[in-house]
């Protein structure tokens, strides 16, 4: 981008090249910040898709099978991925009853994992239950706090 030339003193980039350069660097970082932005508004990482609105709607890749759990406080579903070692979705408050679902997830060796709570009634939250690797899920349950 920049000649160099050698001194006694070592290499030194001349004054006359940098002036030229300016309007091709000034591109550069115009397109550099440009992809950035656009890497901003449409995200593509492992954690985006793992996380989806409507976890019926969206099939994850490498969560192939679909749950569901309900009690009398509310309604939960998503999708198990990597062999029980995840399970993601959403959980629904869906009684005004002063008490907020979450889901529960109970592992091979005795581990539990709880999700965010959802209420007041209407309230959904996300389900990211992450049991860690060698110690997959075996059940899910809808439990509740009081809220």
Same mark, same amino acid.
């Given at each position: ?6 001194? $006694? *003193? =070592? ?10 350069? &300016?309007?091709?660097?000034? %591109? ?47 309604? $939960? *579903? =998503? ?10 979705? &959403?959980?629904?408050?869906? %009684?005004a009853d002063g008490r907020c679902p979450y889901v ?32 997959p899920f075996v059940r899910l349950a809808m439990k509740?706090?009081?809220?």
């Amino acid at each position: 981008m920049f000649l160099r030339t050698s001194t $006694a *003193s =070592g290499p030194r980039v001349t004054a006359s090249h940098i002036t030229q350069e &300016t309007p091709m660097l000034k %591109k550069y970082l115009a397109t550099a910040i440009a992809g950035a932005g656009l890497l901003a508004a449409f995200p593509f990482s492992a954690a985006h898709a793992a996380t989806p609105t409507s976890a019926s709607s969206v099939q994850v890749p490498g969560c192939p099978h679909n749950w569901t759990v309900s009690s009398a406080e509310g309604v $939960a *579903s =998503g999708q198990w991925c990597y062999n029980k070692d995840l399970a993601i979705g &959403t959980v629904t408050d869906t %009684k005004a009853d002063g008490r907020c679902p979450y889901v529960r997830g109970y592992t091979l060796y005795g581990r539990t994992v709880d999700s965010d709570w959802a209420g007041p009634k209407g309230d959904s939250s996300p389900v990211y239950l992450d049991a860690g690797t060698g110690d997959p899920f075996v059940r899910l349950a809808m439990k509740y706090v009081n809220c």
